[in-house]
Nanobody
Framework: ERLVESGGGLVQPGGSLRLSCAAS????????MGWFRRAPGKASELVAA????????YYTDSVKGRFTIARDNALNTLYLEMNNLKPEDTALYSC?????????????????WGKGTQVTVTS
């Protein structure tokens, strides 16, 4: 199994980034996926999640209306579109594979994680 994130970078407040997570080594279309972030000195946080067949999504309150999670099962790729970025969004963002087709809010339900891509929002 392999998850490789990309798309992070340095952006000014109000800017946008699109993160990608390329999956390989497992049947991507059978598993819910999530995006987590970890800021320095803080616990890991589930930012967004999506079911295996793209019929339901979850967003933590602080990103609702600004972030959009999506997946392309034909390309084995997970995305996170981030708009109107704020300094408090600065973190290492990692994608994670759930243990089944329905997402869970519990971190321990995600059995495999990528190494992450850094997002820094600063003026």
């Amino acid at each position: 199994e392999r998850l490789v994130e990309s798309g992070g970078g340095l952006v000014q407040p109000g800017g946008s980034l699109r993160l990608s997570c390329a999956a390989s080594g497992f049947n991507f279309n059978l598993y819910a996926m999530g995006w987590f972030r970890r800021a320095p000195g803080k616990a890991s946080e589930l930012v967004a999640a999506i079911n295996s067949d793209d019929d339901r999504t979850y967003y933590t309150d602080s990103v609702k209306g600004r972030f959009t999670i999506a997946r392309d099962n034909a390309l084995n790729t997970l995305y996170l579109e981030m708009n109107n970025l704020k300094p408090e969004d600065t973190a290492l963002y990692s994608c994670a594979k759930s243990q089944g087709p329905l997402f869970s809010l519990a971190p321990h339900s995600y059995g495999y994680w990528g190494k992450g891509t850094q997002v820094t929002v600063t003026s």
